[in-house]
């Protein structure tokens, strides 16, 4: 059994900054990637960030610049600092971690953290 916790969600006005934190647990063999995504009222749920094993990341364009993803392999955490925040920011954020299992070391699988409110709100 695997779980994504997420926290350090919460209210925060334009302009101003919030870090998000997602901490994996259960019987992990190996993650491959982390990342985060969002979903706005009435709309898709879309990537914000990823970074792999090696550190390697990727952000959407519209994020690019004002958040920054960062990872711990060693607590198997994740981080989001998000930075300038905006009122089109404000969504539920999910952690994502793209993983192994000691059960079934070969086969990797997404998880999902059950998601952390976000907004950015005069």
């Known amino acids: 059994q695997v779980q994504l916790v997420e926290s350090g969600g919460g209210l925060v006005q334009p302009g101003g900054s919030l870090r998000l934190s997602c901490a994996a647990s259960?019987?992990?063999?190996?993650?491959?990637?982390m990342g985060w995504y969002r979903q706005a009222p009435g709309k898709q749920r879309e990537l914000v960030a990823t970074i792999n094993s090696g550190g390697s990341t990727n952000y959407a364009d519209s994020v690019k610049g004002r958040f920054t993803i960062s990872r711990d392999n060693a607590k198997n955490t994740v981080y989001l600092q998000m930075n300038s925040l905006k009122p089109e920011d404000t969504a539920i954020y999910y952690c994502n971690a793209y993983l192994s299992t000691y059960g079934r070391i070969w086969a990797t699988s997404d998880y999902w953290g059950q998601g952390t409110q976000v907004t950015v709100s005069s």
């Open positions: 259960g019987s992990i063999f190996s993650i491959d990637a």
